[in-house]
């Protein structure tokens, strides 16, 4: 098992949800932390409570490639967690909306892939690393009314798998960890403030909390160097696919 005792983990999407949930299982396991997320004061926030480790706060928008640039000059970084991701809307194709597309893809694909090529090279040269992506079970299997949130959740597995071939020969790691259902913020940004609709997704059934995905995560970044969990997919018990759920009425 390898500590995390002064290793820089670098966070984005830290603010709420499994980034936040992240970030206090990595202060607690010893880990420096860097913070990224667009809501500066919710990472501060954040950061008093983790008053035990050094916290760094970067308010930023992923999908800001010169933003993004400058993150590789603040530390050298030894775990990074692409989390930062969204949905937007829940419609059929050919009544989809350009922008929720448009945002959905410069989050889930560029702002990740922004990230990745920033600190990767890093790695590599100091010859320890691992990356990790958070991926989605609509990744591996479309659900009606999802398209382009899938297909953007689909490039994160493909990236994720890619990078791995791409690293062949060098020390660093790369994971990738889908998740089914998880309550936190996603529904309520997916349907813009519809708390109403929002809870509909996770009624009649108990979806994974984000601690539950956080600790995954730790797992995954704590095993012995030789050993690399490439994908993890995990769900509720009241889950078995994209749209196969046990609800309770």
Request: hydrophobic share 40%.
């Amino acid at each position: 098992m390898i500590s995390l005792q002064n290793q820089t983990v670098l966070i984005t999407g830290a603010s709420s949800g499994i980034g936040e949930a992240c970030a206090r299982v990595f202060a607690e396991a010893g880990a420096k932390l860097i913070l990224v997320a667009r809501r500066k004061e919710r990472l501060e926030e954040l950061a008093k409570e983790l008053s035990h480790t050094l916290v760094h706060c970067l308010a930023l928008d992923v999908c800001d490639r010169t933003a993004v640039e400058s993150v590789s000059t603040v530390s050298a970084v030894d775990i990074l967690i692409n989390n930062a991701g969204l949905s937007r809307g829940l419609n059929k194709l050919q009544e989809g909306e350009f922008q929720d597309w448009e945002e959905m893809i410069d989050t889930n694909i560029k702002g990740v892939l922004y990230l990745t090529r920033c600190i990767v090279p890093g790695m590599i040269s100091r010859g320890r690393g691992h990356i990790v992506f958070l991926g989605s079970t609509a990744g591996h299997q479309t659900y009606p009314n999802g398209n382009v949130y899938c297909a953007t959740k689909a490039a994160v597995r493909v990236i994720s798998e890619g990078l791995k071939q791409d690293l062949l020969g060098t020390p660093v790691r790369v994971s990738s960890v889908d998740p089914g259902l998880v309550e936190t913020e996603f529904s309520q940004v997916r349907f813009r403030g519809d708390s109403d609709r929002a809870k509909t997704v996770y009624q009649g059934l108990t979806p994974l909390t984000p601690m539950d995905v956080a600790e995954v995560i730790l797992f995954c970044a704590t095993r012995p160097p030789h050993v690399n969990i490439s994908e993890v997919l995990l769900m509720p018990t009241d889950q078995a696919g994209s749209m196969l759920f046990n609800r309770q009425t």
